[in-house]
């Protein structure tokens, strides 16, 4: 009478539902060898999947009693031969072969023909379940791309420098993308590329042993500045903005950095937007980590040029800003100049011409005070006009901006900003080997001053119509401050002059 082949329903049904549980792929795989073995009764089972970096076999899972070297269910172990008695079934995703299930039979009687009806339902079904889970990984994954692009945008949107904001995206596409290290690299002016900004993982980056005292900050310091010099393989795809994929990193060919040998697998990214080439992201595994799938690979690629988009949108925004104070920098000057140094001027005449009627002597010293007093004020108003005019973010390129940026610069230590005059034409007639005297002379003298106690007024003057007594014309600089010398409030001036 033939063998009732018919499957054990309830067994079935468990064993389905079990497999169908799970989302994640990794835990999908691993239900399928236990409820393989359950429902088979082998002795122990063994789930191969993919293949190796070096074409062996990839992850493994295991169930049962002792498999091979003796894994235990959930753990790694070596697949095993095809021993007498082994049955092999595999699994199929969408009719291609994801993985091979190996059971070894659990007595002497081997496996039934029930027991292969119960494993190809369970291998058919196991299949759509693992399609299910690595659907569902890939959806997670490009959420999680998303939230990471996003989270760059708005990170760079904020007005971070440039340095730190190509940090931010080099750090965030590390995490995501799982790599040991994210660089941006950028075009050189001799034609090459080089490492402007790195975020390494907490083992360094791959950084030997023996430099893992700081790992990060080591691996980071060792990367920055690193060049794929002109003549490379590679450089002409990156400079023409083409991704490029690396299977190992420190056997291939086309990689000629010193620093090629800690790494595997790698993506190579353009950060390109609207024909602007920005840089190149770089995303390297250690060496022996898994390569990079299609789906990282389309990805990575995706939150390159959203990155590089926020990049060009976070500096128009800058040069926008930096406009905008520019103008407001302007108006006032505008204004200070048309309103405030006129009435000035205008009050200064009223008060000159008061003090030739006055008859009193004391009113007139009053007045003649006053006088001096709103021509000083004049002079002070004309200096932050000057100030204004200056873009912020630049060094300064006449005498005049370098003074004022001396006296600036030592307020924090005076304890009070400095008052500064300009007599002449300071900017035509000063060459740069007397400003440069000059200058030193101002910085030794503002530093006297800041040594001393009880400054509340420093006065700085820069005379460019004085005669010498050779007859030739000069420049003199002149700095009073009023602190106190060995106890004694006395004010103290320093005088500098030298021919033009």
Do not use: C
Request: aromatic share 4%; net charge negative; no cysteine.
């Amino acid at each position: 009478m033939p063998e009732d082949i018919t499957p054990p329903l309830p067994l079935l049904l468990d064993a389905v539902l079990s497999v169908g549980t799970e989302l994640e792929l990794h835990a999908t795989l691993q239900h399928i060898v236990t409820s393989a073995v359950r429902l088979s009764g082998a002795r122990s089972g063994v789930l191969e999947v993919g293949e190796g970096p070096g074409g062996g076999v990839g992850e493994v899972f295991t169930a049962g009693v002792e498999v091979g070297a003796g894994a235990e269910e959930g753990g790694e172990a070596s697949a095993p031969g095809v021993a007498p008695g082994t049955l092999s079934v595999p699994i199929l995703v969408r009719d291609e072969e994801f993985g091979i299930l190996h059971l070894t039979p659990g007595g002497a009687g081997g496996f039934s023909d029930a027991d292969r009806g119960l494993l190809r339902v369970l291998a058919g079904q196991a299949g759509i379940a693992v399609g299910n889970a690595r659907l569902y990984e890939t959806a997670r994954q490009r959420e999680r791309w998303i939230e990471g692009a996003a989270a760059v945008t708005t990170a760079l949107l904020t007005g971070e420098a440039a340095a730190d904001a190509l940090m931010t995206v080099a750090q965030q596409a590390r995490l995501l993308a799982g790599a040991a290290a994210g660089v941006v690299l950028q075009p050189t002016p001799a034609g090459g590329m080089t490492i402007v900004a790195a975020a390494t993982d907490a083992a360094g980056g791959g950084l030997p042993p023996e430099r893992r005292r700081h790992p990060a900050a080591a691996a980071q310091n060792d990367l920055i500045g690193t060049t794929i010099e002109p003549g490379s393989a590679v450089l002409e795809q990156l400079l023409g903005g083409e991704p490029v994929f690396i299977e190992d990193s420190a056997t291939d060919p086309r990689m000629t950095t010193h620093v090629r040998s800690r790494f595997g697998p790698s993506m190579m990214l353009p950060l390109q937007a609207g024909g602007r080439l920005i840089g190149t992201l770089a995303l390297p595994r250690r060496r022996g980590d898994r390569p990079y799938t299609a789906v990282e690979r389309l990805l990575a690629t995706q939150f390159a040029s959203q990155a590089a988009l926020a990049l060009v949108l976070a500096d128009a925004q800058q040069s926008r800003q930096r406009l905008a104070v520019f103008e407001d920098r302007d108006r006032i000057a505008r204004d200070l100049h048309d309103l405030v140094v006129q009435r000035l001027f205008a009050t200064g005449m009223m008060l000159e011409s008061t003090r030739r009627r006055a008859g009193s002597a004391p009113v007139g010293a009053a007045l003649d005070h006053a006088v001096d007093e709103l021509e000083s004020t004049i002079q002070e108003v004309r200096t932050a006009i000057f100030a204004l005019q200056q873009p912020p973010a630049d060094a300064p390129t006449t005498f005049r901006g370098k003074v004022l940026k001396e006296t600036a610069g030592a307020a924090a230590l005076l304890g009070v900003q400095p008052s500064v005059h300009f007599s002449g034409a300071v900017d035509t007639r000063v060459t740069d080997p007397v400003a440069g005297r000059l200058l030193r002379a101002l910085r030794r003298a503002l530093a006297a001053a800041s040594r001393r106690v009880a400054v509340t007024r420093v006065d700085v003057a820069v005379d460019a119509g004085v005669g010498l007594p050779d007859g030739r014309g000069g420049v003199r600089l002149t700095v009073y401050d009023d602190g106190e010398t060995d106890g004694v409030s006395a004010g103290t001036t320093v005088t500098w002059q030298a021919p033009l």
